[in-house]
């Protein structure tokens, strides 16, 4: 039977958090036909072993990809859509911990709004209307903290200008149009900046969830990088792309 979603989980050198992440994929995902798309981006730790552990205790169809090199963020991720066939795409990262319900929350609010593009969880690490200070205090207690921080929270979900690409849930047709985050960034960010844009200017709307926390540990998969000269360079690229375009557009 053919899936709901299709979920993504691109890994570069983040092989420990993977497996933590699916085990809570596996754990918390109930009332949703799914299937699980694990992108190896040329990791050198034993990223390969980890994946090949995943899919033998999946209670879910399994795809592992292997990318032969380092595509970046974007590139990843689309090689994972690529291979999807869920009528949704969940983008998630490696280093995340999900908590129960958290997909059937994030596609009900997406079934339910047609006009949304995009949707994201609230969390404990990310910058911009996504952030709360108050989030489980304990990441090990989330399964257990979740279900009583939901239930007071359920609401319909806030329209935003942008979310952050850690986890983030698209129809897949929408994905594929777009061709999901752009290659043209390198390592640094900035891709998902660009998407949401892309999808705003499609007349689509970008929200957060109010009911979904999905822990992020943060930038597992850029050891090795100076993350923040990297960042630095992806904005000039972003502010340049995007200043080129609307002028274009100029009479």
Known sequence: MKPECSIVILC????HYLENCAKSVFRN???VRYELILVDNDSKDNAAEVMRKVKKRAPCPVKIIRTGQNLFF????LRGLQAACGDYVMFL????LVPPGWLKTLLGHMRANPNLGMIGPLTNSAVGPQFIKDGCPDFKKLDSWHKAWAAKRAGRPECVP?????CVLMPRALALRTEGFSAAYGPGGYEDYDLCLQLRLLGLEIAVSPDCYVHHFGGKGYAGMDYHALRATNQTFYWN???AKIL????
């Open 29 to 31: 995902t109930r009332g």
């Open 74 to 77: 974007a590139g990843g991720n």
């Open 248 to 251: 274009e557009r100029l009479p």
């Open 93 to 96: 990262n490696a280093d995340t």
């Open 12 to 15: 570069h050198n983040d092989a």
């Open 162 to 166: 942008w979310i952050i690409g850690f």
């Open 241 to 243: 792309a995007w200043t």
